[in-house]
């Protein structure tokens, strides 16, 4: 009726939907109940969060933000207000196939099992590249991120994945986390991880190397998805020139965010 009083008379609408004027004005007249009251509160509350994300976090991400930030809320409570406010998060583009197992690969057991949830920080890294498209070419990227809080430890970037790519990763982590021996590093077959100078370089470190099975996503889990993460809030939202400036853009979003 609102929406439709510069067209039509409040009497008539009344009429037609069977409610009476009065109780028409009184409604208006009324003010808003503690739950609108608290939606709106809500409201600015995810708002702020979507912002802080630059944009990008969806209802998983903002539900868990305000569940550690304390409020109480349901998730569905949350996903009504972000569709009523036009909030939605980003979404992950189709990728290329990054890894290429080597013929001659020595095999390594599978230390983790897909149990990410290590019980102190330093237990278990995981290491993993992808590539960033920019008009000039690829930018590769590669991180070590601690499993236990989910933290970039480690990352290099190149314009071609190469061993030394990850081994630059790997020598950032431990050297930012100087680590005891003994911490499981896991990551996928590529031919980066399986090369002699890379199995040698975990060793002078004391730490020890795992891989999951031969093309499964899943026994490296908890990489795939930062990585899922990073195509989703920047990768995908951004078309750059030179692969200086996505160097600058996926620097600022690891060392911003992570």
């Known amino acids: 009726m609102e929406r439709e009083k510069a067209d039509h008379a409040i009497a008539t609408m009344c009429r037609v939907l069977g409610v009476s004027p009065s109780g028409y004005h009184a409604w208006r007249h009324r003010p808003p109940s503690r739950r609108a009251r608290a939606d709106a509160v809500l409201s600015e509350r995810i708002a702020k969060i979507h912002q802080d994300s630059r944009w990008t976090y969806g209802v998983p991400r903002i539900y868990a933000e305000l569940r550690e930030d304390g409020v109480r ?149 908890m990489a795939e998805a930062f990585f899922a993460t990073l195509e989703c809030e920047l990768i995908d939202r951004h078309i750059w020139m030179t692969r200086e400036e996505a160097r600058r853009a996926v620097f600022d979003y690891i060392e911003g965010l992570f």
């Open 73 to 221: 809320c349901s998730r569905k409570r949350v996903a009504r207000l972000m569709r009523e406010a036009g909030i939605e998060g980003c979404h992950r583009r189709r990728t290329i196939r990054t890894t290429q197992r080597a013929a001659e690969a020595e095999a390594v057991p599978d230390l983790v099992e897909r149990n990410f949830h290590p019980e102190a920080p330093n237990r278990l890294w995981l290491s993993d590249f992808t590539y960033v498209p920019t008009m000039a070419g690829f930018l590769f990227v590669a991180v070590v991120l601690d499993a236990f809080s989910r933290r970039v430890v480690g990352w290099a970037m190149a314009t071609r994945p190469t061993m030394q790519l990850v081994i630059e990763a790997l020598e950032m982590a431990i050297w930012n986390r100087k680590a005891d021996p003994g911490v499981i590093n896991h990551s996928d077959h590529g031919s980066q991880y399986t090369a002699l100078a890379y199995g040698q370089r975990l060793r002078e470190a004391g730490l020890v190397g795992s891989m999951g099975s031969v093309g499964d996503a899943y026994d490296n889990a």
